[in-house]
């Protein structure tokens, strides 16, 4: 078995790659779109409050 024919190619790896790729970003887009949608899914961060943005001096 030669090397060129260890993943069908060049053009094959070439092809597996981008679908990985694809896949990737498809699925980077849902969860972005589902986060955007429904929120993160631990809730309203903590450190978001407006008490957690005052300066208490000792």
Do not use: C
């Not at 949608?37 to 008490?51: I, K, N, R």
Request: charged share 10%.
């Amino acid at each position: 078995m030669s090397s060129n024919d260890l993943f069908g190619g060049p053009r094959r790896l070439a092809a597996v790659v981008a679908v990985i790729v694809v896949v990737a970003l498809l699925a980077l887009g849902a969860t972005l779109l589902v986060r955007h949608l429904l929120g993160p899914p631990e809730g309203p961060s903590p450190y978001d409050t407006p008490a957690s943005s005052e300066v208490t001096t000792p």
